[in-house]
């Protein structure tokens, strides 16, 4: 048995789209401080503020590009040791060399999950993870 394929309704869609001028993330981290020295320092992102509560760091909030992410101190609510990015990865998209990139991120110290490499939807990528485990890809469209 073969079924047709149907294409999306799309009347309702242009009256109602999404336009988004970025994408916020808020990751949650075992040592705030530890992921912020890493996204600045191995990444190059921009350290936009940090917040304290009773003297100790509990958030941050970083940003490359248009691209911000914000880093939660994890209260071990949930047990220290869980998988934190299970099955979710983050893609950012640039216009910088990504061989350059991963050369900067390994002189750092810290291993590339995948070297760069051209993939087959037209853009050189590498994927790397953070301290706590989230899955990063780095790209560039191979067509600039």
Same mark, same amino acid.
């Given at each position: 048995?073969?079924?047709?394929?149907?294409? !999306? @309704?799309?009347?309702?869609?242009?009256? &109602?789209?999404? @336009?988004?001028?970025?994408?916020?993330?808020?990751?949650?981290?075992? /040592?705030?401080?530890?992921?912020? $020295?890493?996204?600045? @320092?191995?990444?190059? +992102?921009?350290? @936009? *503020? #940090?917040?304290?509560? =009773?003297?100790?760091?509990?958030?941050?909030?970083?940003?490359?590009?248009? $691209?911000?992410?914000?880093? *939660?101190? /994890? &209260?071990?609510?949930?047990?220290?040791?869980?998988?934190? %990015?299970?099955? +979710?990865?983050?893609? +950012? /998209?640039?216009?910088? /060399?990504? &061989?350059?990139? $991963? $050369?900067?991120?390994?002189?750092? %110290?810290?291993?590339?999950?995948?070297? !760069?490499? =051209? #993939? !087959?939807?037209?853009?050189? #990528?590498?994927?790397?993870? &953070?301290? =706590?485990?989230?899955?990063?890809?780095?790209?560039?469209?191979?067509?600039?």
């Amino acid at each position: 048995m073969t079924t047709e394929a149907t294409a !999306p @309704d799309t009347s309702a869609a242009a009256v &109602d789209a999404l @336009d988004t001028r970025s994408v916020l993330i808020s990751l949650t981290a075992k /040592d705030v401080l530890q992921s912020v $020295a890493w996204y600045r @320092d191995v990444l190059g +992102f921009t350290v @936009d *503020n #940090m917040r304290e509560r =009773d003297g100790k760091p509990v958030a941050a909030t970083l940003r490359s590009g248009t $691209a911000k992410i914000f880093l *939660n101190q /994890d &209260d071990g609510g949930r047990g220290w040791e869980r998988t934190k %990015g299970e099955g +979710f990865s983050i893609t +950012f /998209d640039t216009a910088q /060399d990504v &061989d350059a990139i $991963a $050369a900067r991120i390994k002189s750092k %110290g810290w291993a590339l999950a995948k070297e !760069p490499a =051209d #993939m !087959p939807w037209g853009v050189r #990528m590498l994927r790397v993870e &953070d301290p =706590d485990g989230y899955r990063l890809g780095i790209w560039r469209p191979l067509s600039t």
